[in-house]
Structures are given as structure tokens and as C-alpha cells.
């Protein structure tokens, strides 16, 4: 079974690095800041993200389940991406599990090794696995708020 999140010291601290990296417009594979407004108090919640792009599509995705960001996003369904001084306004969509697991698919076949604790899937699983992984990993399909 895979693990469950926990945010520790060590993970906060790395946020807060890559968020100080990200602000200052440092290019960071697909990462960016994804800003989205808190479900209960409204205030601005941020938090890194990988950003998944393909085809002029893009996506993005819960590797640690269903957490506060994504509950936010659900509620909210508008958000704000950063780097540097780029900020562009989203609309987003959830996915059901059998677009998700296309997506989860191609982002376990490029992420990073410490992430792969958090699925019960390996890369090179058949698409069926994915289907039951998507259950746990939010996925949400990104649009410029202008559309």
C-alpha cells in the first residue's frame, strides 16, 4: 500500500525553498506556484506544483492524495499560476479516472523517485492500474481563464 502524506519538517522546508525559487522567476523543471483561495477563510493559499504539459494541454496533479490545495481548487475552480513575475489567471476541471489515469501515466513515467512511494503503480503498469490509482491522486485539466 502506498504511503499516506504527512507533511514533514523536511518536505516544508523544501516548499519554502522552491517557493522563494519560483518567486524569483528560477525556472524549476514544470514547477510553478499555484495561488488558489482558501474554501474557508478566502484568503490566498500557495503552494508549488509540477505542471504537466503535452500537445499545448496542460494539467496538474495530486501526487499526495487529496490535499489541501485540491480541496480548495474543487471549491474554488479558479486559481492563479506564478513564476517570477508571470502570472497567469486558470480555470480548472477535474478529471474522471480514465483521463486521469492517462495523465498519471505519463507523469509517473518522468517523476522523481522519492514520489513514487505515494502510488500503489509503477510506471510501466497497465492503464487499468491507473484507472484505480486515479481514485487517489486528483487530476485537474488547466485553461487560460480567458477561455
Do not use: C
Request: glycine letters at 6%; proline letters at 5%; zero cysteines.
Amino acid at each position: 500500500m502506498a504511503n499516506k502524506f504527512r507533511a514533514s519538517f523536511t518536505t516544508r522546508a523544501f516548499n519554502t525553498i522552491v517557493t522563494s525559487l519560483l518567486r524569483a522567476g528560477i525556472k524549476i523543471g514544470n514547477m510553478t506556484l499555484l495561488t488558489v483561495r482558501g474554501r474557508k477563510t478566502g484568503q490566498p493559499r500557495t503552494t508549488p506544483v509540477y505542471i504537466v504539459e503535452q500537445e499545448g494541454q496542460r494539467w496538474v496533479s495530486s501526487p499526495y492524495g487529496e490535499v489541501d490545495w485540491v480541496r480548495n481548487l474543487r471549491a474554488a475552480r479558479e486559481a492563479t499560476l506564478t513564476r517570477g513575475s508571470k502570472i497567469e489567471q486558470i480555470v480548472v476541471t477535474e478529471l474522471g479516472t480514465k483521463e486521469a489515469a492517462v495523465i498519471l501515466k505519463q507523469i509517473l513515467g518522468s517523476a522523481p523517485s522519492f514520489l513514487l512511494k505515494y502510488y500503489d503503480v509503477t510506471p510501466t503498469a497497465p492503464l487499468e492500474e491507473f484507472e484505480r490509482e486515479a481514485v487517489r491522486h486528483p487530476t485537474f485539466s488547466i485553461q487560460g481563464a480567458a477561455h
